[in-house]
């Protein structure tokens, strides 16, 4: 058994492992520490300063996601010297950013709006000045609006320690700090893959999914958790849908294996698809030989079916049929397809592209 | 699947993929991961940038994975059997073999290793182009990790070698004792969402579900009773290839597809579309009126995978959920629906009422999947073998045993690709897919931001050979085959190797398959879409 080590939260008696944080052993005692840059599985940076907590003996505040644990330690989380901290980085990150709710994409999901109504900031005590950053709208997959970044770098570590992309990082330092692509390139004219891991990460508007823009409202939009259709990787991804549409795809971290929230380009920007004027609507059957396909019920269509394989077997033996079932279908339908063939007509002639 | 499951006794993916993140080595072959699979691309490049796992890859190709990999074996297209029977000739010869384990749980290494003994590394240089002291040191970095693991892909299936080249990676594996541990093993990647599912389900000629053998008579009678018919015909089926042909010759004459389009995806399609016009009854069940389904004489709209109910099996034997979202166009119907439908015309009523009213009957046929219910998948997927609701799924196969219980070597000799280049067709064409499209393209072509990211299909072609040719980057390009010919833009680029051309399979405008050899894999019955001889000309 490992050693667990004693501390101190908010007057609460609580353990953690060697080698943890303090943001990570409160989260899993369920006292809440906000947080703006850190990001599970990924490079702690203690960059933005907004999970500041109090720890006694410490001279300064000290970053929550970076400081390790040590026995007998004790910590504040909700001290007013805390409090005031975490309000002032909160202002200034609301002050330096075009931060306008109205028109945002990520209006009712965003981390940063969260927390200024957290911290029930009426309007920041510094000037607003945005950087006034040009969008890239460059692509229709993924769009950039720089004026809303908060510079928590999380989107690089996304790229760079869960892609392992390696496409994104800071392009200018200081003040003018700014993320994207080698030589502040649009993403279109970069060796973006269009994964969207990066989108996923962002806990602001500054980088959305450009299909999601005017698609619905977070709170209008139902989530639904499926597998995705195109490779055999099986990602768990979320269809966001609002009124019978999907208008966006998610990755969710929280699902677990195999993906662990990532997706690709394909999972992530290939749905279209689906709502696609030329999907078919009705059946469709050829009245004659070397005429056209014409429309026809499904009652007219499967009778035609049925009878036609039927005469077929008839006249030729079930082995005179065959079938070709499919990999891109569920397995209750590879399952029914098979037995369909076997039981219904009576032969073995099924197998699928599996080999192509 | 048919070499694998020879040696192990079981064709599937034996380890999970998170186990790659932490495994020792990755040896890659075959398989153009950060494409074809970019998930699990990513998880081989985490392990290698953050987790000090060791990367090997055999390829062609200069594909992404090589900027990550410690060694890159570039093999002549169509000689993986050599490489690999090089790798483990030096692993024989420096003695870094697992010989407790060769003994311990595998048989006829014998006459394996007189096969292997010949393959010198010198030997396999001349045959595969790869430097001798490169296949060493990928040799001694497989052979010492603690633990490593071998992906491969349609790389090294999709030849008239495949089951050959897979049971070579078997050898390999079982050499180094690698199989049965975590972090170990084969691991096939699959291509599509479901063919492992597919494969599971008994959509096969040979067998029903969860690989019971059609020809058992056993087998028969448990299935007779269990679908509550008579007889169960005892004779295995054709394969798709085979169906194709014989629809051809005229003795296939009605053929039901769902979601499939072989017009695409088959070698040869002009071969291909002969014989869908020689049937005399073609259905075709799809959410697209696609090229196949426009030679129907019956077309089925069905339903997409965001608007049922069920569940695929993923590349690595875990069963997931797929959920309804949103309604289906028109009066299009899910998949299961429409075949029960038919059945039921047909005199053999089959009435369920959801999918998972299917998922239990399933349960009950299919031993590997008996534990798995919908209401355990819920949260998160089970990996099969799962045979009862306890069971918690199985993460790697083969632990104490093999399937089929030793592990089988095999004595494979290398053996050329069926069309090798001449005069008249002095180049190598090798095709696959790229990472913003999908298989035949219906789906992912019709994508607004893939397409504006990958518009039209572009053939891969060495700086060298392109100036050779008198071909600029972005000059359109004739590429013919003894089948046929097709037109596209050339991409000059030194991801191809000299002599060979790579183009993909999702542009219909530019079917390559026009151009692909038919020639089958004689017991895997897989083209060999990776090697055929073409000549490129400026058009
Ligand atoms: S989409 Fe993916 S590859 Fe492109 S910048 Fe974002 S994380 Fe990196
Ligand atoms: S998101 Fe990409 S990697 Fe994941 S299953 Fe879909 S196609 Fe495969």
């Known amino acids: 058994m490992e050693k667990k080590i004693p501390l101190t939260i908010d007057g609460r008696a609580v353990q953690g492992r060697a080698g943890q944080t303090i943001l990570e052993v409160a989260r899993h005692s369920g006292i809440f520490i906000p947080t703006l840059c850190y990001m599970d599985r990924t490079t702690k940076v203690g960059a933005c300063r907004v999970c500041v907590v109090e720890v006694e003996g410490a001279r300064t505040l000290v970053a929550s996601c970076c400081m390790p644990i040590s026995p007998g330690m004790v910590v504040r989380t909700d001290t007013p010297k805390v409090q005031a901290a975490q309000r002032m980085v909160v202002e200034l990150l609301w002050s330096s950013g075009d931060h306008n709710c109205l028109t945002c994409e990520r209006n009712g999901s965003c981390e940063l709006q969260d927390l200024v109504y957290r911290f029930q900031i009426e309007k920041p005590r510094f000037e607003i000045t945005p950087p006034g950053h040009a969008k890239d709208l460059s692509n229709s997959m993924i769009q950039r609006d720089l004026n809303k970044c908060v510079l928590c770098g999380r989107c690089i570590r996304a790229c760079n320690e869960i892609q392992v992309n390696e496409v994104l990082d800071f392009t200018r330092r200081g003040s003018r700090a700014k993320v994207g692509p080698a030589f502040e390139t649009d993403y279109i004219d970069s060796d973006c893959f269009f994964c969207g891991e990066c989108a996923d990460a962002c806990p602001v508007g500054a980088i959305t999914l450009r299909p999601a823009r005017f698609g619905g409202r977070p709170w209008e939009t139902k989530k639904v958790r499926t597998t995705c259709t195109y490779c055999g990787v099986g990602c768990q991804m979320e269809l966001n849908v609002h009124e019978d549409r999907i208008v966006s795809v998610t990755g969710n971290s929280a699902f677990g294996e195999p993906n662990l929230g990532s997706l690709c380009a394909k999972g992530r920007f290939g749905m279209d698809f689906v709502h696609h004027p030329d999907r078919l609507k009705k059946p469709l059957i050829r009245r004659e030989k070397g005429g056209d396909l014409e429309e026809a019920s499904w009652e007219e269509a499967l009778d035609l079916v049925a009878s036609r394989f039927k005469e077929i077997r008839e006249k030729s033996g079930p082995d005179a049929l065959a079938g070709l079932s499919s990999a891109r279908c569920t397995n209750e339908e590879n399952y029914l397809f098979q037995k369909f063939m076997r039981a219904g007509i009576g032969t073995n002639n099924v197998d699928h592209c599996a080999r192509l | 699947m048919a070499g694998l499951a020879a040696a192990f006794g079981s064709g599937a993916m034996t380890n999970s993929i998170a186990e790659l993140e932490y495994t020792d080595c990755i040896l890659a072959t075959g398989t153009n991961t950060t494409e074809n699979h970019p998930v699990i691309g990513a998880v081989v490049k985490r392990a290698v940038r953050q987790h000090n796992t060791k990367l090997v890859v055999i390829d062609p190709r200069e594909i992404t994975l090589t900027k990550y990999a410690d060694i890159w074996l570039r093999q ?463 058009a």
């Open chain 2, 76 to 538: 002549k297209p169509g000689t993986d059997v050599a490489v690999l029977n090089g790798l483990m000739n030096v692993i024989l010869a420096e003695n870094l073999s697992d010989k407790a384990f060769v003994e311990g749980r595998t048989e006829n290494f014998e006459a394996f290793r007189q096969v292997v003994e010949k393959y010198t590394p010198e030997f396999v240089e001349k045959i595969s182009g790869v430097p001798a002291e490169d296949l060493k040191r990928a040799a001694r970095m497989y052979a010492r990790a603690k633990r490593a693991s071998i992906l491969y892909s349609m790389g090294i299936t999709q030849h008239t070698t495949g089951t050959d080249n897979v049971k070579s990676v078997a050898n390999l594996s079982m050499l180094c004792g690698n199989v049965g541990i975590e972090g170990g093993g084969v691991n096939p990647l699959r291509g599509q969402n479901n063919v492992q599912g597919a494969c599971d389900m008994g959509a096969l000629p040979n067998v029903f579900p969860a690989y019971q053998q059609v020809a058992a008579p056993e087998v028969r009678a448990f299935f007779e009773k269990a679908w509550g018919v008579q007889t169960l015909p005892g004779k295995p089926g054709l394969t798709i290839m085979e169906i194709m042909n014989a629809a051809h010759h005229g003795d296939i004459k009605g053929l039901y597809i769902m979601g499939e389009n072989p017009m695409i995806s088959d070698p040869d399609l002009s071969h291909a579309e002969e014989s869908l016009k020689k049937l005399d009854f073609l259905v075709v069940q799809d959410i697209f009126l696609t090229e196949t389904a426009r030679l129907a004489d019956v077309v089925l709209p069905s339903a997409s995978f965001a608007e049922k109910e069920g569940t695929f099996t993923n590349t690595e034997r875990r069963v997931q959920r797929v959920r309804k979202a949103v309604g289906s166009p028109g009066e299009a119907l899910p998949d299961w629906e429409i075949i029960a439908r038919i059945a039921t015309r047909m005199g053999y009523p089959m009435a369920y009422g959801n999918a998972r009213e299917i998922w239990e009957e399933i349960r009950k046929v299919t031993p590997s999947y008996a534990g798995i219910s919908y209401k355990r998948i819920e949260r998160e997927g089970l990996q099969w073998p799962c045979p009862n609701t306890e069971h918690p799924g199985t993460r790697f196969l083969h632990k104490e045993r093999f399937t089929r219980g030793r592990g089988l070597f095999s004595a494979i000799e290398y053996l050329p690709p069926a069309e090798l280049p001449d005069e008249a067709y002095p180049m190598i064409l090798s095709t696959g897919r790229v990472l913003y499209h999908y298989h035949t393209g219906t789906m992912t072509r019709v994508s607004k931001g893939l397409s504006e990211r990958y518009s039209e299909s572009l053939v891969e072609i060495n700086p060298e050979d392109a100036s050779r040719l008198g071909i600029d980057d972005g000059r359109t390009v004739r590429l013919t085959s003894r089948r046929g010919s097709v037109r596209a833009k050339a991409k000059v680029t030194g991801r191809s190797p000299v002599g060979t051309v790579f183009m993909n399979f999702h542009f219909r405008e530019a079917a390559v398959n026009l151009l692909t050899n038919p020639a089958l894999d004689p017991i895997g019955k897989i083209p060999e879409y990776k090697v055929c001889a073409v000549r490129v000309e400026a």
